[in-house]
């Protein structure tokens, strides 16, 4: 054992392995690292193939679950399933001696108090909800649209709730709520709550205070001794990792065999990341093009902008005037494929989007809003939801955009789906925001940036107030973010509506005001006992650090993050925070970084919330089963286990923006909770063994940063869960 930190001596952390059922001697003993080591496993003739049926309960007791190979095992699993509490007893931990106070130093101790400034000040952004989606989940509804697990609502519902008697007001580019025009008038700011019976008064961190705690941030991230420290601990959790499968992979795969049915491919998992107008592969769009030009190619899909008197261009006439015909089209003319010329090339691999590298294209099949109203986007998109129905158990998240240029979007939107009948159980849909201001102010769209907000969130707020005014899971913000954007003076800038200036407001100005109206609105939609959004865009696939330090303060989750490799300070908080990374290797493989020098496998070894995506199935994927591509790459080049796999798919349900229901069938009744408690391995195919590690591990990296008592009351911490035990 390590001794106290006294002057005369330095204390020694020892690391040793434990387990409550293993022998005495140590698990280091019989290690053998060199090629010639000896499996036991692979001893055939050595085996004891007595059924475990016919021994004795004690004769199994003695074996101490010691099993001569995993073929034993998996002949015995109904067996092994009685006794699947004693396979976890078998978990081997490893502690390390010594004590949280007596190993830190002086240096280490301000570090950690830096880290815990750092989590209070995101707990003063993120929001904390009155009554979480887990406590009383509203049951699951079937319709005629129904196939599998049905969210709590009709899709297309006629039943409409009461328009509300509250009233809103624009205030230097924030929505302020009022419950009534009386309150309006006296500007009491406030919310009325029948559902919880109480009245919220919404205050969110005014722009001048995200400034200055957004510095403090860089500050903390960018301290010598704590980038130190941070990327110590994120060394001993690589090792920590390491640890746990040479003395737990065994134990963890036979946990898995004690499960029938479920294995990989038929647990839950969601495409945490994919954009609607790309969710397609090549083939099935270069398919659907062929099959439109040769059955309707005297479809007006065009208007003539040459001449608008004119009547508009069929599909035909616009082929003719590309020179293209049917036979000419192939994959390689389609080029839509991104390849090695889009490599840190943002811009070429936006012009991926156009079939045939023409405009005109991408309006006709790849838009909601054009002159066939968005027909052949709504039928290709109908065939990728029956490509989900068929599989069943992948699922995906689209985004779609609203681009802030015209009031009446939402409108437009709203009505391609209703139109259409656009809804799969398989399918949520999150909104995505263009950061293209500078391209409406330049074309005389918009005149200030006040104007964008109000075009997006208005229409939103008015639907909450009364959702008959506008017969949508969460937001994104997207763009390029390797784009140089200016620094901005917190002390200088003005509101919104003082932003008139041609260049596009930097990443940090977008996000607060995302941040400030999706924090008002929630509060609101929350009051009226409606569903809420979330805040996920895409930060640290390229650009600046600081994009990665505004979402710490301001989102839920994030889309790629590959850069947090470059900040240690980060990367840490992220672990302690288990802020979700929806990841996507193959995108970044052609865009930013090259598949084997991707820090996924060293996120997911350390503990972040990782989950996989495909971003682009256009772009990037060749099958119809893109998720299915990328856990497949992924699982051959990083040789992950079907542990693994199952991990990192139940990592995507959690991040997802499905209704608490829908998460208690596909993942177990107490998804909320962390660790093995809620965990349902008949559900979710991942071992309680697992699960236990992972949480053990952050609660110890929590107890280290706060001194020994990790606080429950922190709702940005994952223990928070753990008070609700019902």
Not at 212 to 232: A, E, G, H
Not at 301 to 330: C, G, M, Q
Not at 575 to 604: D, T
Not at 686 to 710: C, D, K, S, W
Request: glycine letters at 4%; charged letters at 25%.
């Amino acid at each position: 054992m390590a001794g106290r930190n006294h002057s005369s001596f330095i204390s020694i952390p020892r690391i040793s392995s434990k387990a409550p059922n293993s022998p005495n001697k140590s698990s280091f003993q019989d290690w053998d690292d060199s090629d010639s080591a000896k499996d036991p496993t692979q001893d055939v003739d050595s085996l004891d193939v007595t059924p475990l049926t016919d021994r004795t309960d004690e004769e199994v007791a003695d074996a101490n679950f010691k099993y001569a190979s995993l073929q034993e095992a998996a002949a015995n699993f109904r067996l092994f399933s009685d006794k699947r509490e004693e396979i976890e007893k078998s978990f081997q931990r490893l502690v390390v001696s010594g004590g949280v106070e007596e190993e830190l130093s002086e240096i280490e101790q301000q570090a950690c108090q830096l880290l815990t400034e750092a989590i209070r000040l995101r707990e003063q952004y993120i929001r904390k909800p009155l009554n979480p989606e887990w406590q009383h989940p509203k049951p699951c509804k079937v319709t005629e649209y129904t196939n599998f697990v049905p969210p709590p609502y009709d899709p297309f519902t006629k039943d409409i709730p009461p328009a509300s008697s509250h009233c809103f007001s624009w205030k230097r580019g924030i929505l302020h709520i009022f419950a009534n025009a009386e309150d309006l008038s006296l500007r009491k700011m406030s919310i009325s709550s029948k559902s919880v019976n109480i009245v919220v008064v919404v205050v969110v961190p005014s722009f001048e205070q995200f400034g200055t705690d957004l510095q403090r941030l860089m500050t903390i991230v960018n301290d010598p001794d704590c980038r130190s420290f941070c990327y110590k601990r994120l060394m001993f959790l690589s090792t920590k990792d390491q640890m746990h499968r040479i003395l737990n992979s065994d134990k963890e795969q036979l946990e898995k065999m004690t499960v029938p049915h479920r294995d990989f491919y038929n647990v839950r998992k969601v495409d945490t990341h994919v954009h609607h107008s790309s969710c397609m592969n090549q083939k099935h769009l270069l398919r659907f093009i062929k099959s439109k030009l040769k059955k309707n190619p005297d479809e007006p899909v065009l208007t003539n902008r040459e001449d608008p008197s004119k009547p508009p261009l069929t599909l035909r006439e616009v082929f003719d005037s590309l020179h293209l015909t049917a036979y000419d089209l192939s994959v390689d003319t389609l080029d839509v494929h991104a390849d090695n010329s889009t490599f840190h090339r943002f811009d070429r691999f936006n012009l991926k989007y156009s079939p045939f590298g023409h405009s005109r294209l991408r309006e006709i099949f790849l838009k909601t809003d054009n002159y066939i109203q968005g027909k052949y986007l709504a039928e290709i998109t109908r065939e990728v939801l029956e490509d989900l129905k068929e599989n069943k158990y992948q699922n995906a998240e689209y985004r779609i955009s609203i681009y802030g240029k015209s009031y009446d979007e939402w409108d437009r939107l709203a009505h391609w789906f209703e139109k259409n009948k656009i809804y799969s159980d398989n399918v949520r849909w999150l909104i995505q925001i263009p950061r293209l201001f500078n391209l409406y102010k330049e074309n005389r769209i918009l005149h200030h940036f006040q104007e964008m907000l109000e075009n997006i969130f208005t229409p939103l707020i008015q639907v909450t107030i009364d959702p008959s005014s506008h017969p949508i899971v969460g937001f994104d913000s997207v763009d390029d973010e390797s784009v140089v954007q200016p620094r901005l003076n917190w002390s200088r800038i003005g509101p919104p509506v003082q932003w008139t200036f041609d260049v596009n407001p930097p990443y940090s100005y977008y996000s607060y005001y995302i941040y400030a109206n999706l924090y008002v609105l929630n509060k609101l939609r929350e009051a009226r006992g409606f569903s809420t959004f979330c805040y996920r865009p895409h930060a640290g696939e390229a650009g600046d650090m600081e994009h990665l330090a505004v979402c710490f303060l301001l989102a839920d989750g994030i889309n790629h993050g590959i850069k947090l490799r470059k900040s240690p300070p980060l990367q840490y908080l992220y672990y302690l925070c288990q802020i979700g990374l929806a990841m996507s290797p193959l995108s970044n493989n052609l865009l930013f970084m090259e598949y084997f020098r991707n820090p996924l496998p060293i996120y997911f070894a350390r503990g972040l919330n990782v989950s996989i995506s495909s971003d682009d199935p256009l772009q990037f994927h060749f099958t119809k089963e893109p998720l299915m591509e990328e856990y497949s790459v992924a699982a051959q080049v990083w040789k992950f286990s079907n542990t693994d796999l199952a991990e990192l798919a139940r990592n995507s349900v959690l991040q997802s923006g499905f209704e608490a229901c829908v998460k208690e069938q596909w993942i177990g009744k107490h998804w909320y909770r962390p660790g093995a408690a809620g965990n349902d391995i008949q559900k979710t195919g991942v071992p309680n063994i697992r699960l236990r590690y992972r949480f053990e591990t952050l609660m110890e990296e929590l107890a280290l940063i706060f001194r020994r008592q990790v606080p429950t009351h922190i709702h940005v911490l994952p223990n928070w869960q753990m008070r609700w035990t019902t």
